[in-house]
């Protein structure tokens, strides 16, 4: 099913009219941004599950222990499992959004409200959480292998490998495991990322002091913008999905939040965020160059400029 987009002019404000762009564009974009941010994301899930108690680590420590440790090879620990996750997670929050924009627009009337646009991406982030899960919990699993101790360690030697085993040897729910709070932060990352990039997009767009165009300056401008939303907006969920995903066991969500609370106070909330916002701010950039240029290539391949 095509998406559907209004792509402005480069010298005008006006809209040129609806192109229609593979559904998957969204995903494919994604997953090369993943191939980009890796090591960030993996710093990440490292700060997040680090114990409470004993030595800890900062990002820039992180870092050097993981490459004194693993070698640079040891920042793509888990990359197929990103790419995994993107291609499932990604494809459906972006497709199904860009279809759901093209439902409700009205070619004749006002551009769509920046609350139409929040509901539609909101929905298309929870069927997001739900399709990406298997492999998010897989993501998240080989992340945070190597900081195990050696006898607890899973070993998974790539995507396929560890859906296979954790189905075999945990059953099919564990692939299900964490589905409601990555749901959740789903519908949150989706909501503060595709529609402030949307929204900023508009009103860096429509400036007449900025006067920009739509092109790659504007592009970076608004999906910076859209990254520190979506970090600042994600970061509890995003740890409390950490913690229920990389545990051997868990009692529930609300037990786990008063555990954490006990332990660390309201300080969890934005546990990793500097690492969260270094690795989603480039990644949410990414995302939307890549998906941009998805977008130019399209249009001068068919001739559609």
Known sequence: ?????????????????????????????????ACVTHPLDLVKVRLQTQPHHGPRRNMGGMFAHIVKDYGLKGLYRGLSASILRQATYSTTRFGVYEVLKDYVRNPDGPQTTIATLVALSSFSGFLGGIAGNPADVLNVRMQHDAALPAHERRNYTHALNGLFRMAREEGLASLWRGVWPNSARGVLMTASQLASYDAFKRMLL????????????????????????????CSPVDVVKTRVMSAKHVDGVLALLADIYKKEGLRWCFKGWVPSFIRLGPHTIATFVFLEQHKKVYRRVYRLD
């Open 1 to 33: 099913m095509p998406e559907t987009s209004v792509e402005f002019s480069k010298d005008r404000h006006t809209p040129k009219g609806p192109i229609h762009y593979p559904f998957w564009f969204g995903g494919s974009a994604s997953c090369f941004a």
């Open 206 to 233: 429509e400036s007449p002091t900025l006067g920009l165009k739509d092109d790659l300056a504007l592009h970076f401008s608004a999906s910076f913008l859209a990254g520190f939303v979506a970090t600042t907006v």
